[in-house]
């Protein structure tokens, strides 16, 4: 039926666009330190509670009731949280093992998921189980007029939105100004930027904070759109957001958000139409990575990668 395709699409779209919007932390991360940041599920599951915290103890009742209020300060403020953890993230847990081999920080950015999960776990009041989370955009759905009808939540509308807005800003961020050209020097080579001036320790500050903001905006939007949070929701979506800067082509801007569309898209038509059902939705996604990755290694937008002697 068309109505239930067109059904499938728009929650595609929705989850792609989520998933496109924490996929970009991960890929400019791994383009400026060549880090795979496992962590960074947990930033955008911080960003959802920081959110939720600034709408349950510091609004007052007056603007809680009144969304084109209350989004903004939700969405700074679940940036704010995200941005600051990754940040502290970034200083403790990673710069003291900038000129380590590789494993030794991707096995200490999985110790920091489990860290930050158990901490949101026993100090947020309620987060041993999901928490509801507050309805901030305008209540109800669009109904896009095909078959019967196929409505749309306007959360979901809000998220493909805002992710798509925020996608093109960072991509002429980087492309257009200065601190964005500092950045690709200092991806490029981090030696030769220092000796043009650029600070790489503040570029890779920069980064986190950027990415980490980001995420923090996913997690409010998505938190927004299913009405409720949980510590896990970072494990499962940063797994997703992960595969898709991978299928994209890692460290490239234009590559996650379309690796995101395209994990989206997957898992919802999949689930619907390939054999198994919602059952294998997960299978799916991860056969197209490997089809992906075993007839263009380096993903959709990627180049080869270049090795630094």
């Known amino acids: 039926m068309l109505s239930t395709l067109l059904s499938q699409i728009v929650n595609g779209l929705v989850l792609g666009s989520l998933v496109g919007l924490i996929a970009l932390g991960y890929t400019m991360v791994y383009g400026i330190i060549q880090l795979i940041n496992f962590a ?26 009144r969304w084109y209020l209350a989004l903004p ?11 600051a953890v990754a940040l502290a993230m970034e200083r403790f847990a990673y710069r003291p093992l900038r000129g380590a081999p590789r494993l030794a920080p991707l096995i200490t950015a999985l110790g920091v998921s489990v860290a930050l999960q158990e901490m949101v776990r026993v100090f947020y009041p309620g987060a041993t189980a999901a928490i509801p989370f507050p309805e901030i955009f305008v ?18 509308v809000l998220l493909i939105v805002v992710s798509l807005v925020l996608a093109v800003g960072l991509h002429l961020f980087i492309e257009r100004s200065r601190m964005g050209r500092a950045m690709r020097a200092t991806a490029q080579d981090p030696d030769v930027a220092r000796l043009m001036g650029i600070s790489p320790d503040r570029v890779i500050m920069l980064t986190f904070a950027v990415g980490g903001a980001l995420a923090g905006v996913a997690g409010v939007l998505y938190g927004g759109f299913l009405n409720n949070i949980n510590i896990d929701m970072g494990f499962q979506n940063g797994i997703f957001a992960f595969t898709a800067a991978v299928l994209g082509g890692i460290g490239n801007i234009r590559g996650a958000v379309v690796g995101g569309l395209a994990i989206g898209l997957v898992k919802s038509l999949g689930g619907q139409y390939l054999p198994g059902g919602s059952a294998y939705d997960y299978v799916w996604i991860f056969v197209v990575l490997i089809v992906v990755l075993v007839f263009r290694p380096e993903g959709f937008f990627g180049e080869t990668e270049r090795v630094r002697a």
């Open 40 to 65: 960074h599920g947990e930033i955008f599951m911080i960003g959802a509670y920081g959110g939720l915290a600034m709408f349950s103890y510091l609004l007052p009742t007056f603007v809680q009731h």
């Open 139 to 156: 209540p109800g759905a669009l109904v896009i007029p095909v078959g019967g009808g196929v409505p749309v939540k306007y959360s979901g």
């Open 73 to 83: 300060l939700l969405l700074v403020a679940g940036a704010v949280v995200a941005a």
